[in-house]
C-alpha cells in the first residue's frame, strides 16, 4: 500500500476533551472583551488631558493672584520722593513675607535691573536667613494608590511624554535671567513657565510685573508645585481605576457566561461526534439545541440530520447485503443441485436438462451482480453527475422512438402524448432521466399483453412536470402499490421465465427520482364498473 493510502486510513487520534471553567474559546472572548476598558485605562494614564486643564486652570490661578499682589505693591512699595519713584525694598520684603504666609506659594521679587529683591522661602529671624522648604508627607500611600502610581510610571516610561518639559534648575545667587518668563515679564508681559524638577514634580511659575505710574518697578514670581495637582489626577486615575476594575469584573463574567453558552454545546456536540466516529454505542443521539434559534442550533440540526441521514445509510447498507446473501443464494442452491446431480446421472436427456438449468443460474447471477453493482454504485454516481436542463419532451421521443425501432412483433403499441407549445424542462441527469422512464416503459412491456398499449407522456402543472407510464396489464395488487419499489421485490406476469429479472429497476428508479427532489409512485386504472384496467406510474419532477 502507498504511503498517502496508508496515511489516510490512518485511525484520527481522539481529541482530549477542553476541561475547566477557561476553554480556549472563552479566553479569546475574554481577550477581545477587556481589551476595549484596557486601551480605555492606558490612553487615561498615558493621556492626561484632565491633568493639563488642572494645570492650565492652575497657571491662570496664579496669574490673577500674582497681578492682584503685584498692584499692592506697586501701591504700597514705591519710595518717595514721587519724581524719581522706585521699590522701597524693605517694605516689599514684609509684604511679599505676609502674602505668602497666607498661601502655599512660593513669592519671589526681581528689582527692575534682574536683581532678587525677596524671596517668601527666605525669612529675617534676629538677623539671618531661614530656607523654608515644605516637607513631603510622612505618611506612606495606600496600597492601591502605590499600585496605581506604579502602573502610571510603567505606562510613562513606555509611552514618555513628548515634548519633554523643561528641567527646573536653581541658582543660589538668582536673576530675573535664569528665568524665561521673568525676562518676559520685564517687557510688560504675564510670563507663565512649567518645569520639572529633580524628584519628577512639575514647578508652576507665573511672572507678573510690577508698575505703577506707567512704569515696570520690578518682576513678581509665583511657584507652586504640582503636588496638589498629582494628588487630584492620582484621585481621579483611583477613581478610574476602581471603575475598570468593577467592569472588567462584569466583562469576565459576561464572557465567561458567553463563553459558556458557546463552548458547552459545542463540546457536547464534538462529544456525539467522537461517539458516533467510534461507534461506541448503536445508534449516539446528537444533542438537540435547534431551539436556541441562532448558528449553535443550525449547527446541532445539520449534525441530527446528518447523523441520522448516516444511520439510514448504514442500515440500507445493512438491509441491502442482507438482501445481496439471500438473492444470491437461490441461483447457487440451484446451481450447486444441478452440479451435483449431473455427476450422479448419465442419462443424455437429463444431463441436458441440467445443462440448462444450470446456465439459467449462471445468467441469473450474471445479472443479479451487474444489477447489485449497478445499485451499490448508484449513490456515489448521482453525487458526482452534474446536472443540468433537460428537455423531458425531447427525451420521451427518442424512448419511443428506439421502443419502435427495436418492437418485435406481437408487442404493445407505445402512444406518446405530450402537449403542444408547454416547455418541459427539469434538472437532472438525461442520462440517469433516461434509464428510469425506460425501466417504467420495460416494466410496461412485460406486463402489457400482446396487442396492448402503452401511454407515455407528460405534462406540466404549476411549477411541477409528470412524467406518466400506463399499461394494460394485469394492475398491481392494492397492498403492493409501495412494495413494488423495494430492492429485490419481483410480482412478475404469468408465464415469464422465472429470474428474468433481479427486482432491482423500480429501486433504481426511485433512488434516482429521489435524488432529483422528485417523487415517483403507482396506481391501478379502472375501467367504468371498477375493475383494474392495468397500472400507470407517475414521475414528478421540479420544473425550471
Not at 65 to 90: K, T
Not at 460 to 465: D, Q, S
Amino acid at each position: 500500500m502507498s504511503e498517502p493510502a496508508a496515511r489516510r486510513q490512518e485511525t484520527p487520534p481522539d481529541r482530549p476533551a477542553r476541561r475547566g471553567l477557561f476553554s480556549p474559546l472563552t479566553l479569546r472572548i475574554l481577550a477581545i472583551n477587556a481589551m476595549a476598558p484596557a486601551l480605555l485605562l492606558a490612553s487615561f494614564l498615558y493621556l492626561d488631558y484632565y491633568r493639563e486643564g488642572l494645570i492650565a486652570a492652575r497657571l491662570d490661578a496664579l496669574a490673577v493672584q500674582g497681578e492682584l499682589i503685584a498692584g499692592a505693591l506697586g501701591e504700597s512699595a514705591v519710595s518717595e520722593p514721587l519724581e524719581v519713584p522706585s521699590l522701597a525694598n524693605n517694605t516689599a520684603r514684609q509684604l511679599v513675607r505676609r502674602l505668602a504666609a497666607a498661601t502655599d506659594t512660593r513669592m519671589r521679587l526681581f528689582g527692575e535691573g534682574g536683581e532678587l529683591i525677596a524671596d517668601s522661602r527666605f525669612l529675617i529671624a534676629a538677623g539671618r536667613d531661614v530656607i523654608v522648604r515644605p516637607l513631603p508627607p510622612p505618611e506612606k500611600p495606600p496600597f492601591g494608590l502605590a499600585a496605581l502610581n506604579a502602573m502610571t510610571r510603567l505606562v510613562q516610561q513606555i509611552l514618555p511624554d513628548d515634548p519633554r518639559l523643561p528641567a527646573y534648575r536653581e541658582r543660589p545667587d538668582q536673576r530675573a535671567e535664569d528665568y524665561g518668563e521673568v525676562m518676559l515679564a520685564l517687557d510688560g508681559e504675564v510670563g507663565r513657565a512649567v518645569r520639572v524638577a529633580a524628584d519628577g514634580r512639575s514647578i508652576l511659575s507665573v511672572a507678573v510685573p510690577v508698575q505703577g505710574l506707567r512704569k515696570i518697578f520690578g518682576v513678581l514670581m509665583l511657584s507652586v508645585d504640582s503636588r496638589a495637582i498629582e494628588e487630584a489626577v492620582q484621585e481621579e486615575r483611583l477613581n478610574v481605576l476602581k471603575l475598570f476594575l468593577a467592569i472588567f469584573a462584569v466583562t469576565v463574567l459576561l464572557s465567561v457566561f458567553l463563553g459558556s453558552t458557546i463552548v458547552r454545546p459545542i463540546r457536547r456536540l464534538a462529544r456525539a461526534a467522537d461517539q458516533v466516529r467510534r461507534g461506541e454505542v448503536r445508534r449516539t443521539v446528537i444533542p438537540d439545541f435547534t431551539a436556541r434559534r441562532d448558528e449553535i442550533g443550525d449547527l446541532s440540526a445539520s449534525l441530527r440530520a446528518m447523523t441520522e441521514s448516516l444511520y439510514r445509510r448504514l442500515d440500507a447498507i445493512e438491509a441491502f447485503a442482507a438482501d445481496v446473501a439471500h438473492e444470491l443464494k437461490n441461483p447457487l442452491t440451484s446451481l450447486r443441485s444441478a452440479v451435483e446431480t449431473l455427476g450422479l446421472t448419465r442419462d443424455p436427456a437429463q444431463q441436458a436438462r441440467l445443462y440448462d438449468i444450470i446456465q439459467q443460474d449462471v445468467r441469473r447471477l450474471d445479472r443479479l451482480i451487474s444489477d447489485i453493482s449497478n445499485a451499490s454504485r448508484l449513490d456515489a454516481e448521482l453525487s458526482r453527475l452534474e446536472s443540468g436542463p433537460v428537455d423531458v419532451a425531447r427525451l420521451l421521443r427518442a424512448v419511443a422512438e428506439v421502443h419502435a425501432e427495436l418492437a418485435r412483433p406481437g408487442q404493445p403499441e407505445l402512444v406518446l402524448d405530450l402537449p403542444e407549445g408547454v416547455p418541459l424542462v427539469v434538472r437532472a441527469s438525461e442520462g440517469r432521466l433516461g434509464q428510469v422512464i425506460r425501466n417504467l416503459v420495460d416494466n410496461a412491456v412485460s406486463f402489457s399483453p400482446p396487442g396492448g398499449r402503452i401511454e407515455l407522456g407528460a405534462m406540466r402543472e404549476g411549477r411541477i412536470v409528470r412524467i406518466r407510464v400506463a399499461d394494460q396489464g394485469p394492475g398491481i395488487p392494492e397492498d403492493k402499490l409501495e412494495a413494488i419499489f423495494d430492492r429485490f421485490y419481483s410480482e412478475r406476469p404469468k408465464g415469464e421465465q422465472f429470474g428474468t429479472h433481479s427486482g432491482l429497476g423500480l429501486s433504481i428508479s426511485r433512488q434516482i427520482v429521489e435524488a432529483y427532489r422528485g417523487h415517483i409512485a403507482a396506481a391501478n386504472l379502472k375501467d367504468a364498473e371498477g375493475h383494474i384496467a392495468g397500472a400507470e406510474f407517475t414521475v414528478e419532477l421540479p420544473a425550471i
